[in-house]
């Protein structure tokens, strides 16, 4: 069973910065298309970073420039550096696998708790 475990976010003030990390059992983050994703409160779930298979990356207009995606293999975590938060940054961020390329998670593995990001101004 494949499970992902969201860690780092926190209560942070406008212009900080966090590392979020993702745990993956069951499934290894190496050689795979994943992505982080957002949910602010009240709006749906969207795509805020992704990397391919070969590790090169894509981001969103709100997000690239501040948004580090990155993966350590020896450890079977994806990351997420965000620089310069500010409160539209505030939501739940989750790791899925993606259609390369895309923000399509992989319907066949389940989303996990995500961690918390709130941003104050």
């Known amino acids: 069973q494949v499970t992902f475990v969201e860690s780092g976010g926190g209560s942070v003030q406008a212009g900080g910065s966090l590392r979020l990390s993702c745990a993956a059992s069951?499934?290894?983050?190496?050689?795979?298309?994943m992505a982080w994703f957002r949910q602010a409160p009240g709006k749906a779930r969207e795509g805020a970073a992704g990397?391919?298979?070969?590790?090169?990356?894509y981001y969103t207009t709100s997000t690239r420039g501040r948004f580090r995606i990155s993966r350590d293999n020896a450890a079977n975590t994806l990351n997420l550096v965000i620089d310069s938060l500010n409160p539209g940054d505030t939501g739940v961020y989750h790791c899925?696998?993606?259609?390369?390329?895309?923000?399509?998670?992989?319907?066949?593995?389940?989303w996990g708790q995500g961690t918390q990001v709130a941003v104050s101004s």
């Open positions: 899925m696998e993606v259609r390369c390329g895309t923000w399509i998670p992989d319907r066949r593995v389940s």
């Open positions: 069951g499934y290894t983050v190496s050689g795979k298309c």
């Open positions: 990397i391919f298979e070969d590790d090169s990356v």
